[in-house]
């Protein structure tokens, strides 16, 4: 039973780019959240996705979107890159809302943003 | 406001020796709480978590916290620490009808032999 699988694993972009991070719920989960660790912090909330609409969403800039599609898999989408975008994204899949945090986390994507 | 300390950004133990990790919260309702452990390259690994009940619980690998209201903490635990625990331990808090948790900024374990 495949646990969330994220991709890619590292990426490299630069200030003013786009980038699509994308990851695959574990097998049963239909619920998307989305997290940013920065170097030596804690992760931090994002959004999450559910039934293909954003349920819930942190203090995050508009620069950041995201997607579900109809087979759960969820997009995270940054646009205008800066420096400080540069973290470690965690994806957590779940099943429902409110299913006091029955989190399976991916091993995360690093962004570098030069 | 909502948040989560851990005091102690860095902590080193010797293989046998006992382990505790210190959490602090403020949350404004009822607290869910819990504990994850993250090795390099790795995702977050639940290691316990206390919603209501007693209040001490226990986990996988030999873990164990104390949720103390009175001094808003959630402390993690373990007698007899082993090489194979040194990782990066967050403490969490979430609460009832959202998803959302908050971590505080992690505490690193170095276990030397």
């Known amino acids: 039973d495949a646990g969330v699988t994220q991709s890619p694993t590292h990426l490299i972009k630069t200030r003013g780019q786009q980038v699509t991070l994308r990851c695959s719920p574990k097998?049963?989960?239909?619920?998307v959240s989305w997290y940013q660790q920065a170097l030596g912090q804690g992760p931090q909330f994002i959004f999450q996705?559910?039934?293909?609409?954003?349920?819930q969403r942190g203090n995050f800039p508009d620069r950041f979107s995201g997607h579900q599609f109809p087979n759960y898999s969820s997009e995270l989408n940054v646009n205008a890159l800066l420096l400080g975008d540069s973290a470690l994204y965690l994806c957590?899949?779940?099943?429902?809302?409110?299913?006091?945090?029955?989190?399976?986390f991916g091993s995360g994507t690093r962004l570098t943003v030069v | 406001a909502q948040s989560v300390t851990q005091p102690d950004i860095h902590i080193t133990v010797s293989e046998g020796a006992s382990l505790e990790l210190r959490c602090n919260y403020s949350?404004?309702?009822?607290?869910?709480l819990f504990w994850y452990v993250q090795s390099p390259g790795q995702g977050l690994q639940l290691l316990l978590k206390?919603?209501?009940?007693?209040?001490l619980v226990q986990g996988i690998k030999g873990f164990e916290a104390e949720f103390k209201r009175s001094q808003s903490s959630f402390n993690l635990r373990k007698p007899s620490v082993h090489w194979s625990d040194a990782a990066e331990y967050f403490c969490a808090v979430g609460g009832q009808n959202t998803d959302k948790l908050i971590f505080g900024t992690g505490t690193r374990l170095q276990v030397f032999p």
């Open positions: 957590a899949s779940s099943l429902g809302l409110a299913a006091n945090y029955g989190y399976t």
């Open positions: 949350y404004g309702a009822t607290p869910y």
């Open positions: 206390y919603f209501s009940g007693d209040t």
């Open positions: 097998s049963g989960h239909d619920t």
């Open positions: 996705y559910y039934e293909e609409e954003e349920r």
